[in-house]
């Protein structure tokens, strides 16, 4: 079969379109004939090396976390899928959506994809969309509350703003000046262009003495204390990222990240099935093109998610 490989480190103009041998599925795995996968932040950590010291990958590497396509095999002790379903799954770390024919790791990482759901829509949905879910839960927002979203055009940030909307809270997103017509279609109350201002600044004259909840996906480590600064003194900072624990005034932070709890990915394609929830996507590429939309994701600024269909 065909697949975007990485056969070592490096960077990723070095990946390549190789035949491979095509994978069976082992206890609890699903093997999907691909139609369409997603490009995540994480591609480009785990190809370039840039997370081997904690998420150390094998070579020849396919990178690919999400998927969407036709269950070919299913593995010992499958019972939740049949070939011939349309499924969406998360594949975490192991990746390999990026090929002809992708092992799904685990059968409770996937959801039947309903019928009224796009191609493109079902594959951006799993690691942006679950991470997304996993935030909001931290977040434990209350109707009214205020939160600001820093990096909220993005793959995850472009659902948390939605999720958010959802509990009643009032958002504020950050992007660029020239996403503030997407982020208001999201559901911002207001937004900041990062580029230009003090985000800070702004969610202070925006939230007198604090936003409620931070939710930062685009910083880690002691930079997450800058926009902790815009929470209220016992406010909390969500990221899917690390950093310190406790900031000053009393704000206390939570990390997490991508998490499956049953039904989630379901009702969140549900969600999307029903129009309820946007999936952005701003390029599409074919898989020929696959090389090229690694490139362009490393590279270019893309708000939303990149696609790759089969
Ligand atoms: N722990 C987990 O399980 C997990 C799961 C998913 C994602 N993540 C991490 O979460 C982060 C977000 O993921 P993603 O898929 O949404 O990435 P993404 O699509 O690249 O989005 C990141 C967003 O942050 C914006 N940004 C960059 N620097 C900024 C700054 N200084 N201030 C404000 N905004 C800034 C970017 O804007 P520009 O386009 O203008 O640069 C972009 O809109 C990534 O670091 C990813 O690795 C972790």
Known sequence: ???????????????????????????????????????????????????????????????????????????????RFTVGDRILAWNGVPSGGLAEYALVQDAHSAALRPATLGLAESAALPTAGLTAAALIDEAKLQAGENVLVVGASGGVGSFTVQLAKQTGAKVLATGRADEEDLLRRLGADTTVDYKTSDVT??????????????????????????????????????????????????????????????????ALAAQAAEGRL?????????????????????????????????
């Open 201 to 266: 600044a702004e969610a202070l004259r925006w939230a007198p003495g604090g936003v409620g909840v931070v939710i930062d996906l685009a910083q880690a480590g002691p930079a997450l204390a800058g926009s902790a600064a815009a929470a209220r003194p016992g406010g909390r900072l969500i990221s899917p990222l690390g950093g310190p624990a406790a900031f000053d005034r009393g704000v206390t932070a939570i990390y997490t990240g991508t998490r499956t709890p049953e039904g989630r990915l379901e």
């Open 1 to 79: 079969m065909k697949a975007l490989v990485a056969r070592s480190y490096g960077p990723v103009e070095d990946l390549v379109i190789a035949d491979i041998p095509k994978p069976a599925p082992g206890p609890g795995q699903l093997l999907v004939r691909t139609e369409a996968s997603a490009l995540n932040a994480i591609d480009l950590a785990l190809v370039t090396g840039g997370v081997k010291d904690h998420l150390p990958i094998q070579h020849p590497f396919v990178p690919g976390l999400d998927v969407t396509g036709v269950v070919e095999a299913v593995g010992e002790g499958v019972s």
């Open 278 to 310: 946007h999936v952005e996507i701003s390029a599409r590429y074919s898989f020929a093109d696959a090389p090229q939309a690694l490139a362009d994701y490393a590279h270019k600024h893309l708000p939303g998610k990149v696609v790759i269909t089969f």
